[in-house]
């Protein structure tokens, strides 16, 4: 067992831990998230259901195979931002956030889930990430922050055309804006 909370803005040993398939928890644009290069690792850590998908942040839609030029206007739209898509089945996002887009500049695309255990809470910060963790069997590295809101990214997707979850982004916006192109 082996749960270590760092100070924001220490990412030299954040890319070891996520390059060597360690999970980590920090703040993204919305809640507290779990990341790692390894899905398997979120879904033993969140004690999560195998059939409920986890979300792939990337840093660029050029990570998602097939778009549409509609889809691609879409995401120029909202991207970065709290929209996750999905494409031939797969999530995607964007996060509008600094330390999680430069991360994902240095290792690549990263699965990433809130930072709970499945069907409890969302944790608030990263001093509850490290009470609730604390006894993780696997390698987990908490860094320093909090939700940013209570509001998860709205998820649409682009393969039925439907919205999944209603979130940060009114799934009537992206609808019109989609009717506009």
Not at 10 to 25: L, P, R
Not at 143 to 163: M, Q, W, Y
Request: hydrophobic share 40%; charged share 25%; proline share 3%.
């Amino acid at each position: 067992m082996f749960v270590k909370k760092i100070k924001k803005g220490d990412y030299s040993e954040v890319v070891d831990w996520i390059i060597n398939g360690k999970a980590i928890i920090m703040e993204t644009d919305t809640v507290m998230g779990i990341l790692a290069k390894n899905v398997d690792i979120i879904y033993k850590i969140k004690q999560r259901p195998i059939q409920k998908k986890i979300v792939l942040f990337v840093n660029s839609y050029n990570s998602i195979p097939n778009l549409t030029e509609k889809e691609k206007k879409i995401l120029d739209k909202y991207w970065p931002g709290a929209l996750t898509v999905v494409k031939n089945g797969i999530s995607y996002r964007m996060p509008n956030h600094h330390d999680v887009l430069q991360l994902l500049t240095i290792v690549g695309p990263l699965y990433s889930s809130s930072a709970n255990i499945s069907g409890e809470e969302t944790i608030i910060d990263s001093n509850e990430a490290l009470k609730v963790f604390s006894n993780c069997d696997d390698l987990l590295l908490i860094i320093e922050g909090k939700n940013l809101t209570n509001t998860p990214s709205t998820v649409f997707d682009f393969d039925k055309f439907l919205c999944l979850r209603e979130g940060m982004i009114s799934s009537e916006d992206i609808i019109n804006t989609f009717k506009s192109l």
